[in-house]
């Protein structure tokens, strides 16, 4: 027994399914762009929070450094070297150090809500292309094995082997519908999860923000 086999996908290795199947008909070409949409937001995710890792260990010890000296110029400057969720909270904090602590944790929540929008852009682009995907899968199942009967009434001529032709055929959209979907709501709630993650972080760095400022004031 062939291990390999266990990660064959047996309608690309036996031949169902081409590069020119998705422009057989309709639903192929739609599902071709529903994969293509899939593909670019996942990629575009993925590069986007890839981008904004941050150490919120560091950046806090680092933080209270530049607070603890008095260097209010250096800490801000501090936060606006990275573009991350953590480093543009605290710097709406650092503009307003002079404001009341309750009020300088309402304009850093408000920071954090539209942080949070940043994180979750294209998410709900991405989970209707997963919900769409084999939707659209089912549609051309369906509208495959209608023509595919359909031509067996009109000839009067038909068998296993016809009627199973058309049946694969057919379920090529649900199975190329499906891998849109696996995709599609895999990473949806791997970023939704991890949106939740940075949010979580963000907040107690917050907090640890206005202890600093507390005992720097005194």
């Given at each position: 027994?062939?291990?390999?086999?266990?990660?064959?996908?047996?309608?690309?290795?036996?031949?169902?399914?081409?590069?020119?199947?998705?422009?057989?008909?309709?639903?192929?070409?739609?599902?071709?762009?529903?994969?293509?949409?899939?593909?670019?937001?996942?990629?575009?995710?993925?590069?986007?929070?890839?981008?904004?890792?941050?150490?919120?260990?560091?950046?806090?010890?680092?933080?209270?450094?530049?607070?603890?000296?008095?260097?209010?110029?250096?800490?801000?400057?501090?936060c606006?070297?990275?573009?991350?969720?953590?480093?543009?909270?605290?710097?709406?904090?650092?503009?307003?150090?002079?404001?009341?602590?309750?009020r300088?944790?309402?304009?850093?929540?408000?920071?954090?809500?539209?942080?949070?929008?940043?994180?979750?852009?294209?998410?709900?682009?991405?989970?209707?292309?997963?919900?769409?995907?084999?939707?659209?899968g089912?549609?051309?199942?369906?509208?495959?094995?209608?023509?595919?009967?359909?031509?067996?009434?009109?000839?009067?001529?038909?068998?296993?082997?016809?009627?199973?032709?058309?049946?694969?055929?057919?379920?090529?959209?649900?199975?190329?519908?499906?891998?849109?979907?696996?995709?599609?709501?895999?990473?949806?709630?791997?970023?939704?999860?991890?949106?939740?993650?940075?949010?979580?972080?963000?907040?107690?760095?917050?907090?640890?923000?206005?202890?600093?400022?507390?005992?720097?004031?005194?």
């Amino acid at each position: 027994m062939n291990i390999l086999n266990i990660f064959k996908l047996y309608a690309i290795f036996d031949g169902v399914i081409t590069a020119g199947s998705f422009f057989d008909n309709l639903t192929m070409f739609a599902l071709l762009i529903c994969s293509i949409a899939d593909i670019t937001l996942v990629i575009e995710r993925l590069v986007f929070f890839l981008r904004r890792r941050f150490d919120q260990n560091k950046f806090t010890r680092e933080l209270a450094e530049y607070l603890k000296a008095g260097d209010v110029d250096g800490a801000l400057a501090y936060c606006e070297s990275k573009d991350t969720p953590l480093n543009n909270v605290i710097k709406v904090g650092i503009e307003n150090i002079e404001l009341p602590e309750d009020r300088i944790l309402d304009l850093m929540e408000s920071k954090v809500l539209f942080e949070r929008d940043r994180m979750t852009r294209f998410l709900s682009g991405l989970s209707s292309v997963g919900a769409i995907g084999p939707l659209l899968g089912l549609f051309g199942t369906v509208d495959g094995l209608i023509d595919a009967f359909h031509q067996i009434a009109v000839t009067g001529t038909g068998g296993p082997e016809v009627v199973g032709k058309g049946i694969s055929t057919a379920l090529v959209t649900t199975w190329v519908g499906l891998i849109i979907a696996m995709i599609a709501i895999g990473f949806f709630n791997y970023f939704t999860k991890k949106t939740s993650d940075i949010v979580s972080k963000v907040e107690a760095a917050m907090r640890e923000y206005l202890v600093i400022l507390s005992a720097v004031r005194g």
